[in-house]
């Protein structure tokens, strides 16, 4: 089969098409043909030695959404499935054209949802989720400030939190992704290079729960929050350090909140998401559709950080 690879850390040039063996599933794996994946930021530090993986060469796609091969564990042949958990797979991640995936990884695609969305979802859908609602404990009638908001956890977020009925902000850095923020229901859009996100929605009336994927903006985060607010730390997009005024974090009793691996979503929360795009509740936002082929371009084009949405990564 063939999989896109990287045999030693570098920069996206590094990644490159191989002819790799089959996978050889167990009695408990389902054999999967790959038709769609996506790229994510830490396929990028995966690739560049920033996080770096157990063994070389390295097969990176954290999703796959593909056609089930053989009938195998309640799964039949020509059923189309979905993993958030590819790299777990013999063969994966999503960047090789088969994997062998345990069947409790699996979700089935419901008929309304194409390969493409059901990738653009996956992981970046179950971690908004997972922030949300399993670490933010968010609910109806609530405010909540989503940061980087054009991401693609950040475009779900939003909408996430609009269907379960709630006031959004967001912050963006042009007009352009302003107004596509807009559209997708955001409340409020800030642009966080001209005007001070804390303040901005301090004076608006404050927020219950901040999804912070920026992390150097842990103090306009705090500013943000009403009294016993929350902020679920997702990522750290700005770096891995801030600085903040411990004196109003404690008075405003602000809860910090680790998201870690842990804001991966159960499958039964998978499904469910699913649905809730077969029903068009939500639409994962999708930024460009490329041949897998051309995963190293992908790649610079998520780390330029001009995209509003997912790239996905589609095997022919």
């Not at 043909?33 to 390295?58: C, E, M, Y």
């Not at 979700?107 to 949300?132: K, N, S, Y």
């Not at 475009?155 to 959004?168: E, G, N, P, S």
Request: proline share 4%.
């Amino acid at each position: 089969m063939k999989a896109v690879q990287f045999a030693q850390y570098g920069p996206p040039a590094v990644l490159k098409v191989y002819d790799v063996p089959d996978p050889i599933p167990d009695p408990t794996d389902v054999l999967i043909q790959v038709k769609a994946t996506t790229v994510n930021r830490l396929d990028l530090f995966q690739r560049d030695g920033s996080r770096p993986v157990d063994h070389l060469p390295f097969t990176p796609g954290m999703e796959a959404a593909g056609v089930v091969l053989a009938d195998s564990q309640g799964f039949h042949a020509g059923e189309r499935v979905m993993t958030t958990r590819a790299l777990l797979a013999k063969g994966g991640g999503g960047y090789a054209s088969k994997i062998a995936a345990p069947a409790t990884h699996l979700v089935r695609i419901p008929d309304e949802v194409t390969f493409e969305q059901a990738a653009a979802a996956g992981l970046t859908a179950t971690t908004a989720w997972g922030a949300l609602f399993d670490y933010g404990h968010l609910q109806a009638g609530e405010r909540v400030l989503v940061w980087a908001g054009s991401s693609g956890v950040g475009t779900l977020a939003i909408q996430f939190a609009k269907h379960a009925q709630c006031w959004v902000a967001t912050t963006a850095s042009n007009a352009k992704k302003a107004e596509a923020l807009r559209q997708l229901g955001a409340d409020l859009v800030v642009n966080h290079r001209q005007q001070n996100v804390g303040q901005v929605i301090r004076d608006s009336g404050g927020v219950n729960l901040v999804i912070e994927l920026v992390s150097t903006t842990l103090q306009a985060s705090i500013d943000a929050c009403l009294e016993r607010g929350r902020i679920v730390l997702v990522g750290n997009l700005g770096s891995q350090q801030a600085t903040v005024d411990t004196q109003s974090w404690r008075l405003k009793l602000v809860q910090v909140i680790g998201g870690g691996s842990g804001l991966r979503t159960s499958v039964a929360n998978e499904r469910h998401i699913l649905e809730l795009v077969a029903q068009k509740a939500v639409t994962p936002v999708i930024a460009r559709v490329m041949p897998v082929e051309q995963a190293a371009e992908a790649h610079r084009l998520v780390a330029s950080g001009e995209l509003l949405g997912k790239v996905v990564l589609v095997h022919s």
